[in-house]
RNA sequence: GGGUCGUUAGCUCAGCUGGUCAGAGCGUCUGGUUUACACCCAGAAGGUCGGGGGUUCGAGCCCCUCACGACCCACCA
């Protein structure tokens, strides 16, 4: 029996009743245990497809978009291996950074104090704390060390569960190269290139104003912050002029909604052409309650028409007072402080009232100082009337719940373009690479370019927090004991990761740190997308040692980026940026960008929705071929619903599949195909509606193989799906008599429809493999050797071989004259098993030919006991002149 | 204010370079227990393709404009 495609036992290995329950655990046991899904390193990069996937978060539960994401670029991925591809497919990660510390501290009630000692037989308080923030007061205080070890703690535990639901998924994740964005390797990376961009002048340090936020104590990069609409409201407040004419106004009104800034007021502003203004342009002006005199300067920033046309500048309210004063070269007055009090000394108010003043604001938030002030200019009369009510934008990090605030620190930065927006300058070359790009879909790529144009700044690297990748640096101490930043002491590559708070300079002993003629270490960590930021050069071991021939070179510039479109500003602009300074390279080819995931109202998926619907629970539920089909008929970069109606959609065609699999398995085995390319010899296909059947299914795998080259695989599910439905509900009904032997065209008729059968199966089987991926593996396991999802992935000229040159349409009119037949029945209201006495069929000349090739299988479907086969006038196929025989006897269903 | 995407049957969406393009599934309704599947099958009803202009022999498909929705960006006094 070795010459028949199918096993001498098959028969015995398709279950009685095929069910999905339990599929993916049992599938997911064999491909691991098999390494089905291994990176084989023995290969070169043209073999190679290579995927850079985001590390997901490790902080918390995984969400229904993960699952979306995830799928869409795993069925990629299975049509590339499918194909013949090597595929670099692994899994990272994301475990530094703030929400890792922020879920820490609410799991085991503590809280970070880097001035504490290490203890190590510390136990948290608690095991399991909610997500909820629990009041800072309640948090025990513990070393920097101890906090790391329990961050550490925490992500291993949340990755465990994290992979278990990936693996459900059925991702075909290689989980041989995992990496952790926090583990050593990776520290080690991201210092090394670091200390690379700071030699070759693209990582500096610079003193500034920067965006501020006070909860958390750090500084903010650009791409952290977004607009929330606040509350606020316009007050006037006069200031008077020092040396007014005899004939002008005494007063100057400004409106502000900052009014708390008052004491910070370095100069008032107007537009050069404000004809209201232009008198006061180089004199002065005292500021209420305070006392202190400030310039009237002119600038075209300012805006004649927005509040009075005349502006209070201070150090600093927003952006715009930034240019003010970096322009118009004020003086740096700050009120507010890191932990956003404000602060205790205020030396430019010199006279006794402006300094009482200002006493009353030491240590007040800003909320409670600008309610101070407000009922201290009221008392004054300095505020002109009500505070007119507004609602306006103000800037957030995006993980905070407290306004940003500008503070004046020294910070890291990598360039980016966004301070080089020279012709042909570091921002035109990043922009390029974005049209370098393939994005799917193509008009993500404004997305990105308009990200890049509107860089203010270069990327702020640094950040005041504790459970990350530190910077790899000291600085000297003079002799005086002041800290020399311009004299960075570095590490040696070898000598990475390091630590600077623990790690001592070469030349130095641990005696020397924090004392004059010694060193300081640098107290940051960088930026979590810092290091995320090099996940091709993590993923693909750019840092291992082996540089010439080893795996970097084999899979990097990676093939395909898949991603959220709401991380295109950070993640994928970030790790462009990387690339084109460490290798000069575009870090892929391809972008694949998905939607989100909405409420069935159009809403972004609230948080709390998010974690009442567990994609774990969604998987059991529906299956995880249900989900991934939800998944696989959303296109790429569309926000999409979330449907449970389609994910039960999904779980009934991977139902469907089983069950017709079983069926149409179960008419006996066809001969082996001699030239191995089909799963049943081709020659015994004689029969017209077969191999019209094989005519159109090759193109069906033309058409899906064009979808998926796009990446396209909810065009290529569209084609298929239909496809497969129509051969269970007309196909398979068709030919089920003439399979079993039951028809005029005897063994050869027969031996037809399995062979048609069998190759038909086994292509969609392959097919629906990159979605479907446990029930199609299911069946291909009941009949065929290995895994289908390491078959070949079918083609469509063996297929049109096998339908020597039959029109594909012929599958078409008997379908369509098989429903005419059907409806005689429907419209009668008797059982579709009732048999038709005689009756005539009228078709146009082209379809009479196809029903008389399968005549004898409609009558058969049909119960037809004379057939008349007439041209007709129209174009459609019609009955007439039916006559219905008696409805059978009903039988027992259960007999026996 | 700038940019991007979207608006097609009750719902979720296909309709690729303009010419069987008015479709699918779900839902609804009417029927059928056809021993692969009731996690099934058959049949039917449902839309002037957001509004208004224009180009064309011909427009969901191209152009203009308006409306609505979503997202991103913007110097937010």
Redesign the pocket.
């Known amino acids: 029996m070795t010459d028949t495609a199918s096993r001498p036992d098959a028969q015995t290995s398709i279950p009685d ?4 329950e339990g599929l993916e655990e049992k599938w997911d046991g064999v491909w691991s245990e098999q390494q089905l899904y291994a990176f084989d390193e023995d290969t070169t990069r043209d073999q190679v497809f290579s995927v850079d996937t985001p590390p997901p978060t490790a902080s918390g539960s995984l969400h229904i978009g993960h699952v979306f994401g995830y799928s869409q670029a795993d069925m990629i991925v299975r049509y590339q291996r499918m194909r013949g591809k090597n595929c670099f497919y692994p899994l990272g990660w994301d475990d530094n950074g703030l929400p890792t510390e922020r879920r820490a501290q609410n799991y085991y009630g503590v809280r970070c104090d880097p001035s504490l000692p290490y203890d190590p037989d510390f136990t948290p308080p608690q095991e399991g704390g909610s997500n909820k923030s629990s009041k800072a007061a309640n948090q025990v205080p513990i070393s920097r060390r101890n906090f790391i070890e329990l961050c550490e703690r925490l992500t291993t535990l949340d990755e465990k569960s994290f992979e278990e639901v990936f693996r459900t998924l059925g991702l075909s994740v290689d989980w041989n190269h995992s990496y952790q964005t926090i583990d050593a390797r990776s520290r080690a990376t991201s210092q090394r290139a670091f200390l690379e961009n700071l030699a070759a002048g693209q990582a500096y340090q610079s003193e500034a104003p920067t965006m501020w936020d006070v909860t958390y104590r750090t500084a903010v990069a ?2 952290e ?3 929330r609409e606040r509350d ?1 409201a ?2 006037r407040i006069g200031f008077t002029r020092t040396n007014a004419a005899e004939n002008a106004e005494s007063t100057v009104y ?5 009014p708390e800034l008052l004491p910070a007021c370095v100069a008032l ?3 050069p052409d404000d004809e209201r203004y232009q008198d006061l342009f180089g004199t002065t002006v005292t500021s209420p309650l305070f006392g202190v005199e400030v310039p009237v300067k002119a600038h075209p ?7 009075a ?4 500048i201070c150090t600093f ?4 007072d930034v ?1 003010w004063w970096r322009e118009l070269e004020l003086p740096t007055r700050s009120v507010i402080g890191r932990d956003g009090r404000f602060l205790p000394e205020a030396p430019w108010i010199t006279t006794p009232e402006g300094q009482a003043a200002y006493a009353e604001l030491v240590g007040l938030t800003v909320f409670s100082a600008q309610k101070r002030v407000v009922e201290m200019v009221k008392e004054s009369g300095d505020l002109v009337g009500e505070p007119t009510k ?1 609602s ?4 957030f990090y995006e993980n905070g719940d407290k306004p940003l605030e500008f503070v004046t620190s020294r910070q890291w930065y990598l360039t980016n373009g966004g301070r080089d927006s020279s012709e042909g300058g570091l921002r035109d070359e990043l922009i390029s690479r974005g049209q370098e790009l393939t994005w799917h879909p193509a ?2 790529e ?2 990105y370019r ?2 890049v144009e ?3 700044g270069d990327w702020l690297i640094s950040r005041q927090r504790f459970y990350g990748v530190p910077f790899p640096v000291w600085y000297a101490v003079g002799e005086d004991g002041e800290t020399d930043y311009d004299t960075v002491l570095t590490p040696a590559v070898e000598d990475l990761p390091i630590d600077p708070t623990i790690d001592v300079p070469a030349g130095y002993s641990e005696a020397q740190r924090n004392q004059p003629g010694g060193f300081v270490a640098d107290p940051d960590i960088l930026d979590t997308w810092a290091t995320s930021s090099l996940s091709p050069q993590l993923a693909g071991g750019w840092n291992s040692g082996a540089e010439s021939g080893g795996l970097f070179e084999k899979v990097y510039p990676m093939d395909l980026r898949p991603q959220g ?2 991380i295109i ?1 950070t993640w994928l602009f970030s790790t462009i940026v990387r690339s084109h300074l460490q290798q000069d390279a575009l870090p892929w080819k391809h972008a694949s960008i998905n939607g989100w995931i ?1 409420d ?1 109202d ?3 998926m609230s948080k709390s929705k998010g974690n009442v619907v567990t994609p774990i629970g969604l998987l059991h539920q529906h299956g995880s071929d249900g989900v991934r089909y939800w998944a696989g ?3 790429q ?5 979330f ?1 449970e ?2 994910m039960k ?1 999904g ?2 065609l991977a ?2 599949i089983l ?2 699999s ?2 149409a398995l ?1 008419f006996g085995e066809a001969p082996a195909d001699p030239a191995g390319r089909l799963a049943a010899d081709p020659a015994v296909v004689t029969d017209p509606l077969d191999r019209a059947l094989l005519a159109q299914l090759a193109t069906v795998v033309e058409q899906a193989t064009a979808a998926f080259e796009e990446m396209d695989y909810a ?1 290529s599910l ?1 084609v298929v799906e ?1 496809f497969f ?1 129509a051969f ?3 196909y ?2 068709l030919v ?1 008599e003439r399979a079993h032997g039951n028809s005029p065209a005897g063994e050869a008729g027969a031996a037809s429809a399995r062979a048609a059968l069998a190759i038909a199966l086994e292509v969609q089987l392959r097919l629906f493999a990159p979605v479907v991926v446990f029930a199609t593996e299911e069946v291909w396991s009941w009949w065929r050797d290995g895994s289908v999802h390491t078959q070949p992935w079918p083609e469509a000229a063996p297929l049109r071989e096998a339908a020597q040159g039959q029109d594909a349409a012929l599958v078409d009119s008997v379908a369509q004259a ?2 005419v037949v ?2 005689l ?3 009668a ?5 009732t048999p038709v006495l005689s009756v005539t069929v009228e078709a146009p000349g082209s379809a009479l030919a196809h029903l008389e090739a399968a005549a004898a299988d409609l009558t058969a479907l049909g119960r037809i006991e004379a057939l008349e086969l007439v041209a007709g006038e129209g ?1 459609e196929i019609r009955t007439r002149d039916a006559v219905l025989g008696e ?1 059978p006897v ?2 027992p ?1 259960n007999k026996g």
């Not at 920033?301 to 509040?307: E, M, R, S, V, Y």
């Not at 309210?317 to 715009?320: I, L």
């Open positions: 009743r095929p069910s999905l650009q791409a912050q977004e607009d606020g316009y007050h400004i409106e502000t909604t900052r502003v107007a537009h920033l300012a805006q004649a028409d927005k509040g046309g005349i502006a209070m309210g927003d952006s715009t240019v507004i306006h934008p103000v800037k008009y993500m404004s997305r308009n990200w509107g860089l203010a479109h709401d500003r909405l069935p159009r809403k972004k008929r959303a296109r970069g569309v926000d999409t619903a449907d109606g389609q959609i779980r009934r139902i469907k069950n017709a079983k069926f179960g065009r569209e239909p439905w269970c509900d007309d398979i009904e089920k098989a429903i059907r409806r029945k429907s419209d209201k008797v059982s579709q098993k174009e409805p009903k039988q269903r």
